[in-house]
Nanobody, 115 residues
Framework: QVQLVESGGGLVQPGGSLRLSCAPSGIIFRRYDMGWYRQAPGKQRELVAVITSGGSTNYADSVKGRFTISRDNTRGTVYLQMNSLKPEDTAVYYC?????????WGQGTQVTVSS
């Protein structure tokens, strides 16, 4: 059974930083493309960043230059380093693991950016 558990969310002031982590179980991690998505109240879930099994990355325009996705295949963990956070980054952040027709989600972790 695939399980994705996110950690690292919380309350931070504008301009601050957070690092999210996701350590899936039940998959051969290195084979999967991993992504971070977010959903703000009243809005649809949107892609934040993705890192392929080969290490290629892609970001939403709104986070380019501020967020960095990375993976450690030896630890089986994907990270999202978020810097220069803005109030509009407030959302529930979800970890995603994707391989062919297999698509799994975590339960989400709340990120709140507020003074």
């Amino acid at each position: 059974q695939v399980q994705l558990v996110e950690s690292g969310g919380g309350l931070v002031q504008p301009g601050g930083s957070l690092r999210l982590s996701c350590a899936p179980s039940g998959i051969i991690f290195r084979r999967y493309d991993m992504g971070w998505y977010r959903q703000a109240p009243g809005k649809q879930r949107e892609l934040v960043a993705v890192i392929t099994s080969g290490g290629s990355t892609n970001y939403a325009d709104s986070v380019k230059g501020r967020f960095t996705i990375s993976r450690d295949n030896t630890r089986g963990t994907v990270y999202l380093q978020m810097n220069s956070l803005k109030p509009e980054d407030t959302a529930v952040y979800y970890c995603n693991a994707h391989l062919s027709t297999m698509n799994s989600w975590g339960q989400g972790t709340q990120v709140t950016v507020s003074s």
